[in-house]
């Protein structure tokens, strides 16, 4: 009965190659998110959608392409994978008042 | 400036001490505040949520709005080590799309 799931928990991958997040939320929210949270804890905003269209797009290289195939997810995927990818990426969804509810996380660590 | 700042921390009390975790915040049309609670290696969840001026009170916790300063607290009374985590301010405005999240302050309630 998770509310917002991620997959998977851990990735770790070499520079150059193509990753994917999946995201899913359980709570009929209609807007997802996913952030960027770096080793000093900062959490940025990457992209925001609503019933599966995009809303924000926080100058996020395009080498990461969100897609949601449904409002109940969220996938992410990011091409030729760099070092500084390396961080947790949470997937969130929300309220119609933006309380956000977070996913586990997703551990990328790029070699 | 960033429009939201968060006291950078790290705070580190004795348990059973009052604890303030203070945000500032520069654009008068935030209209709901919220304060998230992180461990570490999990993702942040929601611990108070408030939309007015005053004081909203939830067990050890309270969260306190002065919009007229642009100034929003969380106080936790008799902090316990189960406190230790790292706590967000985050606020909304109304279709604005997304939160803005404040960096983040780490608490560590020694026994």
């Known amino acids: 009965d998770t509310a917002v799931s991620q997959t998977p928990k851990y990735l770790v991958t070499q520079m150059g190659n193509d990753k994917s997040i999946k995201c899913e939320q359980n709570l009929g929210h209609d807007t997802m998110y996913w952030y960027k949270q770096d080793s000093k804890k900062f959490l940025k905003i990457m992209f925001s959608?609503?019933?599966?269209?995009?809303?924000i797009n926080e100058t996020v290289p395009n080498r990461f392409s969100p897609k949601s195939p449904d409002k109940a997810h969220l996938n992410l995927h990011i091409n030729s994978l760099e070092l500084g990818d390396s961080a947790v990426y949470f997937c969130?969804?929300?309220?119609?008042?933006?309380?956000?509810?977070f996913g586990p996380g997703t551990r990328l660590t790029v070699l | 400036q960033k429009e939201v700042e968060q006291d950078p921390g790290p705070l580190s009390v004795p348990e059973g001490a009052i604890v303030s975790l203070n945000c500032t915040y520069s654009?008068?049309?935030?209209?709901?505040f919220m304060w998230y609670r992180q461990y570490s290696r999990k993702g942040p969840e929601l611990l108070m949520y408030?939309?007015?001026?005053g004081n909203k009170e939830d067990g050890r916790f309270t969260a306190q709005v002065d919009k007229s300063s642009k100034y929003i607290s969380l106080f936790i009374r008799d902090s316990q080590p189960s406190d230790s985590a790292t706590y967000l301010c985050a606020m909304w405005i109304p279709n604005a799309g997304k939160s803005t999240f404040g960096d983040g302050t780490t608490l560590t309630v020694k026994p």
């Open positions: 959608y609503n019933n599966k269209e995009l809303i």
């Open positions: 408030t939309y007015s001026s």
């Open positions: 969130a969804s929300s309220t119609e008042t933006d309380t956000q509810y």
């Open positions: 654009n008068s049309a935030f209209q709901y």
